[in-house]
């Protein structure tokens, strides 16, 4: 980030998340204010159970909250229509999950093209894969690439389209940790060379040495807010 006032991308305010199981109410989310800037590479911290993805699913539009409000560049999405929450989706907001989601009988190419072909501004596909490192790849199956490639095919779909915010949920979850680095490269470059506010869900505490801004929650709360001084390059982190 620069030295001077970053762009607002999310602001919450006071976010609250109640889930009903059965009789009993499940408190996901207790109260969260939060701003995120442009450009910057944060990771949300805590144990399963925290409130991360909850909280990343409210900012993405894939969820809504029970109260409080949380804006997307002066847009109130908690008033938004399902029909606008859509549209804030698919023309903001890449997602990566733990599990890449890729359709088996299309090719790397073609997975990341079943995405372009509805975005409204999107980069080409074989551009997408050369930034993740898969520009040899292009014409390979899902079920012929390692799980960090078909995880990096993942990233190259999400930032096709050119979002303006990655949202990542536990994207080195299902990785071994030398598998798990290859594609943190890929993320850290793609925050580097196109900007994007990377939010990173993780459980591992080792992982946050690679990001601006570290927010740990736990009992859905954010019980901590910290800026890394220096941001340590992704082969450089060790868990």
Same mark, same amino acid.
């Given at each position: 980030?620069?030295?001077?006032?970053?762009?607002?991308?999310?602001?919450?305010?006071?976010?609250?998340?109640?889930?009903?199981?059965?009789?009993?109410?499940?408190?996901?989310?207790?109260?969260?204010? =939060?701003? =995120?800037?442009?450009?910057?590479?944060?990771?949300?911290?805590?144990?399963?159970?925290?409130?991360?993805?909850?909280?990343?699913?409210?900012?993405?539009?894939?969820?809504?909250?029970?109260?409080?409000?949380?804006?997307?560049?002066?847009?109130?999405?908690?008033?938004?229509?399902?029909?606008? #929450?859509?549209?804030?989706?698919?023309?903001?907001?890449?997602?990566?999950?733990?599990?890449?989601?890729?359709?088996?009988?299309?090719?790397?190419?073609?997975?990341?093209?079943?995405?372009?072909?509805?975005?409204?501004?999107?980069?080409?596909?074989?551009?997408? #894969?050369?930034?993740?490192?898969?520009?040899?790849?292009?014409?390979?199956?899902?079920? *012929?690439?390692?799980?960090?490639? *078909? *995880?990096?095919?993942?990233?190259?779909?999400?930032?096709?389209?050119?979002?303006?915010?990655?949202?990542?949920?536990?994207?080195?979850?299902?990785?071994? $940790? *030398?598998?798990?680095?290859?594609?943190?490269?890929?993320?850290?470059?793609?925050?580097?060379?196109?900007?994007?506010?990377?939010?990173?869900?993780?459980?591992?505490?080792?992982?946050?040495?690679?990001?601006?801004?570290?927010?740990?929650? $736990?009992?859905?709360?954010?019980?901590?807010?910290?800026?890394?001084?220096?941001? =340590?390059?992704?082969?450089?982190?060790?868990?």
């Amino acid at each position: 980030m620069s030295a001077t006032t970053p762009e607002t991308v999310f602001c919450a305010k006071a976010l609250t998340k109640v889930y009903a199981m059965g009789a009993v109410e499940v408190h996901a989310l207790r109260g969260i204010d =939060l701003e =995120l800037y442009a450009g910057e590479m944060v990771v949300l911290l805590g144990p399963s159970g925290s409130g991360k993805s909850t909280l990343l699913n409210i900012l993405g539009g894939l969820d809504t909250a029970t109260s409080g409000e949380v804006f997307y560049a002066g847009q109130n999405l908690t008033t938004a229509t399902e029909r606008e #929450l859509t549209r804030f989706r698919r023309e903001h907001v890449g997602f990566v999950f733990q599990f890449y989601n890729l359709i088996p009988s299309l090719t790397a190419r073609e997975n990341v093209a079943a995405v372009t072909e509805i975005a409204t501004a999107p980069m080409a596909p074989e551009e997408a #894969l050369a930034r993740v490192g898969l520009e040899r790849r292009l014409d390979h199956f899902p079920a *012929q690439m390692s799980g960090g490639e *078909q *995880q990096r095919v993942a990233i190259a779909r999400a930032i096709a389209k050119n979002p303006s915010v990655l949202l990542c949920d536990e994207p080195t979850g299902a990785l071994d $940790s *030398q598998t798990g680095v290859v594609v943190l490269e890929a993320l850290e470059k793609v925050n580097r060379e196109l900007g994007t506010l990377t939010v990173l869900i993780t459980h591992n505490a080792g992982i946050a040495a690679m990001a601006d801004r570290v927010i740990r929650l $736990s009992d859905g709360r954010i019980v901590d807010i910290r800026a890394n001084d220096t941001r =340590l390059a992704a082969h450089d982190l060790s868990w």
